[in-house]
């Protein structure tokens, strides 16, 4: 694969219809052993909980299945949602991943599940709380929302590099006020328990890694292991909101998801290089980006593979949390309102779908769009080997480009 942008995978552990958690997880250690075969660059997995359709619960753990599985791929999360976890435990999860496979272990650091957000604001991290996961679709079926009567196109905007950039999603207050939402944080948090501000949490992450760490009244804290672990940090988001002033300001790599938010994506980034500042780990400015990506021989049989996103997409936005991701047939069988093609236009309109040489020339306008150094892909099919396959036709063609 070409080394000047590389590409790498964005796992979200995703359960298909008909199957289960266990061979989701076997799936996902088939997929990152084929992943480091096609070259790609790393191998991230999101946190998400309470969602049939999806199996990964705990980044640690499963990275620790996936580094184990493979020899020189990076591995890491996508993200470790804050909102969830202290600090320490953060360090000693990922200073014992470090300890068992030295430099490959990347540690991804997301917002969501934490403080409350403004209602118009989306939950920050490759795959947030309320949002749930990667999605992205062009199903097949007249009656199913694809991008010739998708409402989403119309209401846009292209930038000059031809990436289309949908409205801002402003259904989150609906989602973050849901039973279900309560339910979800009443679960991940002890009673009567707070979360620190964002930017403290990574403060003190920093810091326990760097084995600087004192408490308000000076003592010392040394986190073993963990402490002078060389993991690299990442800062995932939505938005040029908390998370990319907080990884411009110490100075860490920054991930901008088009994939969740893709109204949002120039913006966050523009902010994140504008207010960066230098700092040991990292000279200037890194961006990683992500986005939805099915890739077929030709468009026709993308499409018909993609045609359920918009079903998952529209289980998750209504709070009833991701589905086990459907089968072209089951996909075909929904009567979509107008209310559900506009819940999902968004995140339709902006998966990339197609041939290797479509979705190549759609990766290349967000690379040009966002000043990329790197792209991160996420590929949801029902069938194992179509996914494993996408990454495969993807890798060769976006090696070969001129």
Do not use: C
């Not at 991230?44 to 753990?61: D, I, K, M, Q, Y």
């Not at 918009?310 to 929904?334: K, N, Q, Y």
């Not at 999902?344 to 040489?357: C, I, L, N």
């Amino acid at each position: 694969m070409s080394s000047d942008v590389p590409l790498s995978v964005l796992d979200l552990v995703p359960i298909s219809s008909g199957s289960t958690a266990a061979e989701a997880l076997r799936n996902t250690l088939d997929l990152a052993r084929r992943a480091e075969e096609f070259g790609y660059h790393r191998y991230w997995l999101a946190e998400h909980h309470l969602n049939r359709g999806v199996a990964g619960t705990s980044p640690a753990l499963i990275i620790s299945l996936v580094a184990g599985a493979t020899a020189r791929i990076r591995v890491g999360s996508g993200a470790v949602q804050l909102g969830h976890h202290t600090p320490l435990s953060v360090v000693e999860q990922f200073g014992l991943l470090d300890a068992v496979h030295p430099g490959r272990i990347d540690l991804g650091l997301g917002r969501s599940g934490g403080a409350p957000r403004t209602p118009a604001a989306p939950a920050e991290g490759a795959a947030g709380v309320a949002e749930g996961a990667g999605e992205s679709e062009e199903p097949g079926t007249e009656d199913a929302p694809g991008k010739e009567d998708g409402p989403g196109r119309t209401e846009g905007t292209f930038t000059d590099s031809g990436l289309y950039l949908p409205p801002k999603y402003t259904g989150f207050a609906r989602l973050l006020a849901s039973p279900r939402f309560r339910l979800h944080q009443a679960l991940l948090r002890q009673p009567g328990a707070t979360t620190p501000e964002y930017p403290d949490q990574i403060d003190d992450i920093l810091a326990l890694l760097a084995g600087n760490y004192r408490s308000a009244d000076g003592v010392e804290a040394h986190v073993v292991p963990g402490e002078g672990a060389a993991v690299e940090v990442w800062i995932l988001g939505s938005s040029g909101g908390t998370s990319a002033r907080t990884a411009a300001a110490r100075g860490l790599p920054f991930a901008a998801n088009y994939h969740v938010s893709p109204g949002t994506v120039v913006g966050a980034v523009e902010a994140y290089r504008k207010a960066f500042r230098p700092s040991p780990a990292l000279a200037g400015p890194r961006v990683l980006v992500s986005a939805d990506v099915v890739v077929a021989p030709d468009d026709a049989t993308a499409r018909r593979l993609a045609s359920g996103y918009g079903l998952w997409v529209r289980s998750i936005r209504t709070a009833e949390g991701a589905i086990p991701f459907p089968t072209p047939e089951e996909a075909a069988r929904h009567r979509w309102s107008d209310e559900d093609r506009a819940l999902v236009a968004d995140r339709v309109d902006t998966q990339f779908v197609g041939s290797p040489e479509t979705v190549v020339e759609r990766l290349e306008a967000l690379r040009a769009a966002t000043g990329a150094d790197e792209l991160l892909i996420t590929t949801i099919t029902h069938g194992h080997e179509d996914r494993v396959r996408s990454y495969e036709l993807l890798a060769d063609a976006w090696a070969k480009r001129s």
